[in-house]
């Protein structure tokens, strides 16, 4: 109660340095570590934008409220080079304590198509341990966020696209696209991390049926198995429904919130923290089995013949 009133009241007028002086006050006052206490603070508005083509971050003054754009023609294929400003992104939100970020793409019809598949086919081994490095970054970031998270899904969402959409904690997907995880389709084992983000999301038995299929779901399919949580009609309006959960956190203490997610998500944050050397010499030697390399050859010249 003291801790929502004092947000409420506090969040839109602190300045950093303000903020510094009452982490000092307070914590002289209760004794308390300054990083415990640094999780009670409310956000503050000193952030600017960081700019990168690939990722645009807008930070709405009045919400708090991160609008996190990818922005990588034509299909956002999830590149190293994309991968590097989304994990630098979610460092910059993180750090300036925003109110809940929502991710979402400028391309007119897809989400993301998951992972590039030019970092797949034929990689070079230093430049994939690189890609993969990042890949788990980005989702032990995003996953294990202290900001609340919301997808809006402008488009199609398969593999890496949807694994995205359900690292974050709620989803709301525009109508005639596709989401699901693909990879048992090209013949590629879906990593840790990705099962349990889904497993997080639907039923175990969906989850289930969902990976080893390889299934690629309708919106209205996605919203009938939980995959995604609301559809909306065109992005905008997606855009406003995430803003309108993110702010239903609003009358909830951020500390209390915060630590309750990340008690949730411990587990399979855990998981993956401790095998990720494992993790990537798993991913490298399937990947570079040949039938592996020939099934993505083939899928790449798929897309192309279209
Ligand atoms: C055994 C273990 C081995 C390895 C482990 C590796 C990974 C495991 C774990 C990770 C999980 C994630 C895996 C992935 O994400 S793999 C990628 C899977 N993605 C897909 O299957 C989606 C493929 N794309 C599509 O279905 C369509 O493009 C889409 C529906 C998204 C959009 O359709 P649209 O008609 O709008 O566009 P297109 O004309 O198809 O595409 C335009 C352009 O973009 C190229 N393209 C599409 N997708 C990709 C991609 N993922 N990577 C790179 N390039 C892509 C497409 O070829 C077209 O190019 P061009 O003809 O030159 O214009």
Excluded at 4 to 30: A, R
């Amino acid at each position: 109660m003291l801790l929502t009133l004092f947000e409420s009241h506090t969040h839109f007028f602190l300045s950093m340095f303000q903020k510094m002086i009452l982490t000092k006050i307070i914590s002289n006052t209760l004794s308390l570590h300054k990083k415990q206490l640094i999780e009670w603070l409310p956000a503050v508005r000193y952030f600017s934008s960081p700019t990168n083509p690939l990722v645009n971050v807008d930070v709405n003054d009045k919400s708090g409220i991160a609008v996190v754009t990818m922005n990588r023609k034509p299909v956002n294929g999830l590149s190293l080079e994309l991968f590097e400003a989304m994990s630098k992104a979610l460092d910059d939100l993180e750090n300036n304590r925003i109110r809940g970020a929502i991710l979402t793409s400028s391309c007119p019809t897809v989400f993301s198509a998951g992972l590039d598949l030019n970092e797949l086919y034929q990689p070079d081994k230093k430049r994939f341990k690189a890609f993969w490095t990042t890949f788990q970054d980005v989702w032990l970031k995003l996953y294990g966020s202290s900001f609340p998270t919301a997808a809006a899904i402008n488009g199609h969402a398969p593999a890496g696209g949807c694994f995205l959409a359900i690292s974050c904690e709620y989803r709301v997907m525009c109508p005639d696209y596709k989401i699901g995880l693909n990879e048992t389709r090209l013949g590629i084992i879906a990593p840790i991390f990705l099962r349990a983000s889904m497993r997080n999301t639907v039923s175990n038995r969906e989850a289930e049926k969902a990976l080893t299929l390889g299934t690629l779901y309708s919106t209205e399919d996605a919203l009938k198995i939980g995959l995604i949580d609301e559809i909306a009609i065109y992005k905008v309006k997606a855009i406003e429904r995430c803003e309108n959960f993110l702010a239903q956190f609003n009358n909830v203490s951020s500390i209390a919130r915060s630590f309750t997610k990340r008690s949730l998500r411990q587990k399979d944050l855990e998981e993956l923290e401790n095998c990720r050397e494992e993790d990537f010499n798993i991913f490298w030697s399937n990947l570079i089995e040949p039938s592996v390399q020939k099934q993505i050859g083939d899928y790449m010249q798929s897309l192309k013949k279209k």
